[in-house]
């Protein structure tokens, strides 16, 4: 899911096994050149890995650098933060919340950083569904799900 922080969903993905950086890393570079847009800031709880693998891998894929890595700042999401050690320079010097200052009016956090947590939620009450369905038919009600949800929220 690429979710904007007023609940938005942006884009769905399938993912066959488990969250890897080189799927989150394909589906984004998808998703961002079929929408030619670029958020600022991109909240995600697995933040910090996911920065060293762009960072590590600039010299191997350097257009791919240059789209997820240089282009938005990563940041992890204010529920997940706690996991991580203040002894960890790369985490506070690059991903923590607390070091962008745009990102608060005060102490108070401007935008929704776990909405993607929150439709992920949303997503998983319809499981018990989506057990019965073939994968064609599970395809369209997902979709359908979401063109519903994106039009009863509030636009961005």
């Known amino acids: 899911l690429v979710v904007w922080s007023c609940g938005h969903i942006m884009d769905i993905g399938k993912m066959y096994s488990f969250e890897s950086n080189k799927f989150i890393t394909g589906f984004l570079c998808q998703t961002f050149m079929r929408l030619d847009e670029y958020p600022t800031f991109m ?9 060293r693998t762009l960072k590590n891998g600039a010299q191997q894929n350097k257009l791919l650098h240059k789209m997820l890595y240089q ?32 990102l608060y009016q005060g102490n ?12 992920a939620g949303w997503f998983e009450k319809m499981g018990h569904i989506l057990r019965y369905l073939d ?20 636009k961005c």
């Open 43 to 51: 909240f995600y709880d697995k933040a910090c890995v996911f920065v």
């Open 71 to 102: 282009k938005i700042i990563w940041v992890v999401d204010r529920f997940h933060f706690r996991n991580h050690s203040r002894r960890d320079r790369f985490y506070m010097e690059n991903c923590d919340a607390r070091s962008f200052a745009r």
């Open 135 to 154: 994968p064609l038919q599970a395809d369209f009600f997902l979709f359908s799900m979401v063109d519903m949800r994106n039009d009863q929220l509030s």
């Open 108 to 119: 108070k956090p401007l935008f929704n950083t776990s909405a993607a947590e929150q439709c």
